[in-house]
């Protein structure tokens, strides 16, 4: 049987290069030890390996949050006014669950390899131009030599790190 992973969803889908926490109301994300994660619209990112511990929310420090993804979370105080906001029944007495992912960030360049998923992943060319749509999306043209070129928006997150760097590129599920 196929193993369902969870999406992490973000009201705030803003991100670190490296070391990232969201902390969640309640224990469900406890035993969690893999997860997509939810980039903006319908873009995601992973599976990524998770790191959780569940905690009072009072018993929380600046030290334990100063890894947030969403700026305005990185103290106890800016967290607890997001929570509040977030989940309305929320009190710091809770318990939440810390969750630690690693995210490498990286815009994309001219000549990087592109890959399209199939029954393996299918190289489809190299990015010939970059569109920096904001800071962290960009819209990508690229295909082969001689050959019709596609478009593509990707994430500073789906840049796909190969084992001996031989095939480092983007990953694109959807082209126009």
């Known amino acids: 049987m196929k193993r369902e992973i969870k999406l992490l969803q973000f009201s705030n889908p803003v991100f670190n290069d490296g070391i990232n926490v969201t902390v969640r109301h309640g224990t469900k994300w406890k035993d969690e030890d893999m997860a997509y994660v939810q980039l903006g619209g319908t873009h995601r990112h992973g599976p990524v390996i998770l790191h959780t511990r569940s905690v009072e929310f009072n018993k929380l420090t600046d030290a334990d949050v100063m890894h947030e993804h969403d700026p305005s979370c990185r103290t106890v105080e800016g967290l607890a006014a997001e929570l509040k906001r977030v ?6 007495t809770d318990v939440v669950t810390l969750v630690v992912f690693m995210l490498r960030l990286r815009a994309p360049l001219i000549g990087d390899m592109v890959w399209l998923p199939c029954l393996a992943p299918y190289f489809a060319g ?3 131009d970059v ?6 999306f960009y819209e990508i043209k690229f295909g082969m030599q001689n050959a019709k070129s596609y478009r593509a928006v990707v994430h500073a997150a789906n840049y796909l790190h190969d084992v001996d760097d031989e095939n480092d590129g983007w990953f694109v599920v959807t082209t126009y």
């Open 87 to 92: 989940y309305p029944n929320f009190v710091e």
């Open 126 to 128: 190299y990015i010939e």
């Open 131 to 136: 569109i920096p749509l904001n800071d962290d």
